[in-house]
């Protein structure tokens, strides 16, 4: 075991072997399994922080900048912690004829996201919702679209976020 | 009007009641029975079926499938092969390739098994949008699966060839889906596209080495060609836009959704009418985006001038409204726009056209990669102008700056982006002017300083 996973004690082995068998499906190059790896760790601790990038660039026998370079490329990597429940909202064309702007909106409002914590992307001051806006999600015939953490929602309504908005706020207790 | 019935090839079984997405309700329907039959045929054969079958890419450019293969000179090619199917459905409007890999995955799966060992490849990864979480999971459990039963694997149901395919996936970023930025991403980088040419993945993909990239649907169109043959499958559609397509509407119908047919079926009309429910609360047809809105828009009042051969082989060009143009590659390629990725964006003659375009015009500002200065700039300055146009500070040169900008884009760029980022804001500008006219502020607002000429 190297140096810096003795740092990082939260490395459970099970982790450890979810990145070995990652690595092992990119037999011809290693560097391949950087940005599964990132997946694999934010996964895991919601974000990517400057020590995943070295751990990560250490594993693959790669400069961190390699690592550095693509985390910072892909909307999808985060770089600080966000809401416990994430709102991705749809803004490309469909949805937005279907009412996306009017959504993010009310979702914004409704559970207080109103400080912005990076560019376009707004919390509650309790930290537990987050909003933002995001591409189109492939799912144009359902619009409005949205994401709450990894989870698909579609045909979004007002109403919807209203029901939903209670359950989750209950979950958090 | 009247409703035409679906053909549904590739969603055959997708929306059937009961229909699942493990293994053994696909082998229940017949499924990986193709498999066995493309591994008793030689590779070359297969791929000589596939040109027969006249398929074109379903992932937008429309490029004949076999003539690809084809660039693969196997008697010289030295390196190994790998196959990547291109999941990165980012066109927005589109929303077809979804369907397969939420409720099909195996017939992509096998599919793609069938392409790999056309091209002898040994090696595939399936590049899949960050977004579809979901479907990654679907696709490695149904991965699993085949690779219990021996369909992938070291020598596979006996016939001494050996495949893996893994899931790859992409995180947010538009420009995956082009298919040099998606191996650069594969490799571990920033998805920067390569330069077509030398870069051609058929020549230099992945790892520098020979590289099929196809689309879901194209490969799910493949198991289909060797069952029933190139020939039969070249009869479905019409001569040179065969097979089948999902055509996604989305916009301002009342029933949006995905639609397969044969190519050349139906019209815009019938689907948008016919199929699709005609327009939301009764109101009139405006415009159409036929491809994913990187396709030029078109507009419904309008007639377009379409070449249209006759039976003793002459072309005549005919007048055609917008909703009696069919849809195929060719004839919405004639009207100056594509049939591109199948996203068919309607919109409603309550649509103010320079918001639809600002909000395009955002999304391309948003995902360009940065490599090219026409594009990383280009596409930001038409998002501003758009934007301060929406704020109500237009100006009444606005629609010729736009049109300036974008025609400096496209065709000075590593990839097909340019295009895709200007091909809107041209179409958009030269078939809406008086839109953008109209928002022009009455009174000259500002001073326009010109450069001094040297
Ligand atoms: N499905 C989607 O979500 C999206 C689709 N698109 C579509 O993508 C299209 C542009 O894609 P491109 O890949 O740039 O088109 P392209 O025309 O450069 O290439 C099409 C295919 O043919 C191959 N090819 C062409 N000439 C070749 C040659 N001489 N040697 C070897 N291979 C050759 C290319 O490698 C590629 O696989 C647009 O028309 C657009 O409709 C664009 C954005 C998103
Ligand atoms: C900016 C851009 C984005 C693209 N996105 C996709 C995509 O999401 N899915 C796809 O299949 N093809 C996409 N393409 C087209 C691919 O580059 C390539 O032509 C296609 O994957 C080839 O597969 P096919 O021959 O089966 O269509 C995109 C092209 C460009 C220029
Ligand atoms: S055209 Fe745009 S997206 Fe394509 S390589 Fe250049 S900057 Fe990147
Ligand atoms: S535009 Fe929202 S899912 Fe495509």
Redesign the interface.
Known sequence: MNTVEKELPQLDQEFIDEVNKIIS?Y???K??????L??LWQEHFGYVSKEAVEWIAQK?E?EPI?VE??AT?????RHRPLGKYQFKVC????C??AGSYQLFEHIKKSCNACNEVDHNIYQSSDGQFSVEF??????????PVM?IN???WMNVTKDKINEILPELSKKQN | MSFKPEYRLILKYADEPGYTVDIDCYLRHGGYQVLKKALTLDPAFIVQEVKKSGLRGRGGAGFPTGVKWGFINHEKNTKPVYLLCNADESEPGTFKDRQIIYKDPHQLIEGMIISAYANRAHLGYIYIRGEFAKGAKILEQALAEARERNFLGKNILGSGYDLEIYVFRGAGAYICGEETGLIESLEGKRAYPRIKPPYFPAVLGLYMCPTIVNNVETLCHVKHIVDMGGEAFAKIGTPNNTGTRIWCVSGDVNRPGYYEYPCGAITFGELIYGVCGGIRNGNKLKAVIPGGSSAKVLRADIKYKIPRKKADGSTEIVEMGLEDIPLDFDTVAATGSMSGSGGIIVMDDTRDMVECLRNIAEFYAHESCGQCTPCREGSLWMKKILDRICRGNGRKEDSKLLLDVANHIAGRTICAFGEACSWPVQSFVELFEEEFVAKAKKEDSMEILEPVER
């Open positions: 499906q037999p011809v190059s560097r391949s399994a950087s940005l599964p990132l997946h693959l790669l390699a370079e693509i490329f892909y909307p999808m990597i803004r490309t064309l469909s937005a004829l995001v591409e189109c999600l492939a799912a144009c015939g359902n619009a994401m990894e989870e698909e």
